[in-house]
């Protein structure tokens, strides 16, 4: 069956449904978002009044940060209605979503109602996370079981990325087969095929993560702020390590799924681990759940000299104290590590008391995922997909086996007390001795049943760089070239925060070089959280205060001559960015041939908020497309005042579809992929789609058109409105007139044609002599202390 997804019905505006409605309708599907009628309203109430529940859900979702959607107006494609008026428009839609209450009475009252209206083939399914999928659907009709099944969305829907597919007895695998296929490509969704099983397989292996933690815990003698200090980035997981994760969770909802689990999985081997401290039930019988009442672990709140500070919770006398800063001799050895792999190593290793955590941490984890399987499912991977997905983990449970080795950490397992399930003894007796491994650029997983690898089904259409190891074209120190097949090269770094200093910009050029020679075209992405955080402002910081201002301007004109290679090379280049893209990042994107942004794309030039301009052709850039923008029926300085706001408030877009709106990517030129496993290899294709249209390298610009003293006028008037409305400081008011003197071209009488390197050769004059202002340095030594620039 050919279906197509236009309109779907969500059921229950609260927290996960309104979230819900906004992700679809951010994906452009017109979406109804029904709720019950206010208690105690006569039957003729207008609708207005009927709808209040459901209105005041969706506006107070509206209002969340960070928003759940991609773009404010994608907001008309969601219709509003009542459960009593508005049950039978479910008619048309094509699938239906129910997102009511955790009650099972409710739920099925709900589903009554449905079953009268629905039409035969529509979607049903539910987002509970505690109820069995099989108990929701008993008693419906044999079409409406076909077509049943649970889809288990993670809040916020938006941003995270699991989608648990849970289907019954019944449900039709034409059903699962489409909602699979359907959650990654247009819903950007890691979509993973779970057994309906407790908690299913993300929550089940979370909260016993955590519940584990707990009682490594008490056991060791830890506080809050030790236990989240060994728990967060250090080890591949979130910043909100454990205890901040649950605040946000709600303790609440963290205690109700380690009972289930407890009470529903008497087979479960570590089932003790989820009986509930005594401390945590004082918790919730207090009321302390975390965000949701205002506190939990953590608290907010005003000391006597009026700050702002955040306590955290004493477990031994239930009050809240001033939080510390741990300090372990094995995380100060391995913080230095940039490579997680290498990193996790270092710490199970750890001869402290954190290296004693850490053990213990990994063995109960990886003995209770092997004996999970094939009770939540019957693939490895699927746990590791939905432990990524689901709680941000970098790498899964059983990746994390691999690196620490399987034969070796099973035997220092058993000698420490723990188990594992028997599939692992047989995997390594038949000389199977990890759970993964890589050929031809694709990961291949252990299949249990067979006692063989096979391929991750569903990835053919993800490209991995790092699957790509034994595919290295050239290297260097932190950046390498891959052959992604199909004559077609992607180009990867690796340094901090993906940091573009000069062996990245060797590598920039080296690859165009190669590519040029050898292969239709040229791909630049990474496999890491985020695509650049910029420019190397320490190498900056370093050049201007040792006053080193030749080599500084070398390392300016290396980075401009790098951005015209991308924009004038021999093969197309195209860029697939992701997460942070900023600054430096931000204007490589600019000059590529092409753009294949993930929607959680963050972009925008942000230099002004260090007290410096875009130097890397970002300027001229904004200036050119400015100039291509201007209408004769608006006067010409209000193109080029947007693009001068935009750089001198140094905004970031908050989505690939706001950086549409902010000029950063090109209407019906770059595009937006959904899901960031897919856009390597969406870039992969432009490349041979531009290569097999007749490639031909662009012609430099000359005919650049500048507005000269009467925009500069205009923009400096400007520039002393804000500053005198103390919008702007001293120095942001001289960082902005000098930005507004390059983008005017100069001071120029009148309108001139200007080349590209006439406004390069502009930029960078201005970028050394900012970069040799006090303010200037201050504002970026303050980036590299604390990671925020000093408003001065």
């Known amino acids: 069956m050919n279906r197509i997804i236009k309109k779907v019905a969500v059921l229950g505006s609260g927290v996960m449904g309104s979230r819900i409605a906004c992700h679809f309708a951010g994906i452009g599907v017109q979406v109804l978002l029904l709720d019950i009628v206010p208690k105690d309203l006569p039957a003729d109430a207008p609708a207005i009044a009927k709808n209040k529940i459901v209105n005041d859900a969706l506006q107070a979702t509206l209002k969340s940060n960070p928003s759940p959607v991609y773009d404010k107006s994608v907001i008309k494609r969601i219709t509003t209605g009542n459960f009593d008026d508005n049950m039978k428009d479910i008619a048309s839609y094509d699938w239906v979503i129910e997102v009511v209450v955790e009650r099972l009475d409710i739920k099925q009252q709900v589903y009554e109602k449905v079953e009268q209206y629905r039409k035969p083939g529509t979607l049903i399914t539910s987002n509970t996370s505690g109820i069995p999928i099989n108990m929701l659907s008993e008693g419906r009709s044999d079409d409406f079981k076909k077509h049943f099944c649970g889809t288990h969305f993670f809040n916020p829907p938006r941003y995270l990325r699991l989608l648990e597919i849970i289907p019954t007895k019944d449900t039709d695998k034409e059903v699962v087969d489409f909602l699979m296929n359907y959650g990654d490509v247009f819903l950007g969704k890691t979509t993973v095929l779970a057994k309906d099983t407790p908690a299913f397989i993300a929550n089940r292996i979370g909260v016993f993560g955590i519940m584990s933690i707990f009682n490594s815990m008490e056991k060791l003698g830890l506080t809050i702020d030790e236990v989240d200090a060994l728990t967060g980035p250090v080890i591949g997981r979130p910043k909100s390590a454990t205890f901040r994760t649950a605040d946000v969770v709600g303790i609440d909802t963290l205690v109700n799924v380690a009972k289930g689990v407890a009470k529903n999985c008497p087979q479960d081997e570590a089932s003790a681990i989820f009986n509930i401290p005594a401390w945590l039930e004082t918790m919730v019988s207090n009321k302390w759940l975390g965000d949701k009442t205002g506190q939990g672990f953590f608290k907010k709140t005003t000391n006597t000299k009026g700050e702002k500070e955040i306590l955290v919770l004493d477990l031994v006398s239930s009050n809240y104290i001033a939080r510390s800063k741990p300090k372990f001799a094995t995380l100060e050895t391995a913080k230095p590590i940039d490579d997680l792999k290498t990193r996790l190593k270092a710490l199970i290793a750890g001869k402290d008391k954190a290296g004693e955590f850490y053990r213990h941490f990994h063995y109960a984890l990886f003995s209770y995922i092997s004996h999970r399987i094939p009770e939540i499912s019957d693939d490895l991977y699927r746990v590791d997909d939905a432990m990524m997905a689901g709680f941000g983990w970098e790498i899964g449970a059983f990746e994390s086996w691999d690196v620490l080795g399987v034969q070796k950490t099973t035997e220092a397992m058993k000698a420490a007390g723990y188990t594992v399930a028997p599939w692992v003894d047989e995997m390594l007796a038949k000389g199977f001795t990890s759970f993964y491994k890589t050929e031809n650029g694709k990961k291949l997983y252990y299949d249990i049943a067979s006692h063989s690898y096979k391929n991750i089904p569903g990835t053919e259409a993800f490209i991995i760089l790092d699957n790509y190891s034994d595919k290295i074209v050239w290297k260097n120190s932190n950046a390498a070239l891959y052959d992604i097949g ?45 695509f650049s955080a910029g420019a190397n402002v320490g190498m900056i910081f370093m050049f201007a205060v040792e006053q080193e201002y030749d080599e500084l301007d070398m390392a300016i004109r290396l980075f401009q001559n790098t951005m015209m290679r991308v924009r004038y090379s021999g093969i197309p280049v195209v860029i697939a960015p992701h997460g942070l893209s900023l600054g430096g990042g931000c204007e490589m994107n600019l000059h590529a041939d092409k753009v294949c942004a993930a929607a959680e794309t963050y972009i925008g030039l942000v230099e002004l908020g260090v007290g410096l301009i875009p130097g890397g052709g970002g300027t001229k850039e904004f200036v050119l497309r400015a100039a291509d923008e201007m209408h004769e029926d608006e006067p010409e300085t209000i193109t080029l005042k947007n693009r001068f706001l935009t750089i001198a408030t140094a905004r970031v877009a908050t989505s690939a579809a706001e950086a549409y709106q902010m000029g950063i990517l090109r209407k019906g030129l770059d595009e937006v992929v959904i899901n960031q496993n897919r856009r390597i290899a969406e870039a992969k294709r432009s490349v041979l789609e531009l290569h097999e249209s007749g490639y031909t390298t662009p012609v430099q610009r000359k005919d650049i058109k500048v507005l000269g003293r009467s925009a500069l006028g205009a923009l400096y008037a400007g520039i002393n409105g804000m500053w005198r409305a103390n919008y702007a400081t001293e120095h942001d008011a001289f960082v902005a007139r000098k930005l507004a003197y390059v983008m005017c071209g100069g001071d120029l009488s009148d309108q001139s044609l200007v080349s590209e390197q006439y406004l390069l050769d502009l930029e960078r004059e201005a970028f050394l002599s900012l970069a040799g202002e006090r303010k200037s340095l201050e504002r970026i030594q303050g980036v590299l202390k604390t990671g925020k620039p000093v408003r001065n």
């Open 486 to 530: 199909d004559d077609v090269v992607a180009l990867q770094w690796n340094t901090k925060m993906n940091t573009i200093g000069s062996e990245v910009l060797e590598a920039v050029n080296k690859s165009i070089g190669i590519a040029e020679e050898k292969f239709k075209g040229l791909v630049i992405a990474n496999d890491g959280a985020n």
